[in-house]
């Protein structure tokens, strides 16, 4: 949703995105949340990614 909303709205920074989870946040413990961040930037394109300051 949120990607879709800064597509909408907010275009120049939507070019910056790197890449989104689609999960419910709510329904996820603490460490489900971690271990989902984890895994995403294990994966060598994230890892290697040169993400903006």
């Known amino acids: 949703m949120l990607v879709q909303h800064l597509e909408r709205k907010l275009p ?3 070019r ?3 890449g989104a989870e ?3 946040m709510d329904a996820l413990t603490e ?3 971690l271990k989902i961040a984890r ?3 294990a994966e060598p ?3 290697e990614a040169n993400f903006p300051d």
């Open 39 to 41: 895994d995403w930037f």
């Open 12 to 14: 120049e920074v939507a």
């Open 22 to 24: 689609d999960v419910n």
């Open 45 to 47: 394109v994230h890892a």
């Open 31 to 33: 460490t489900q949340l």
């Open 16 to 18: 910056k995105i790197v």
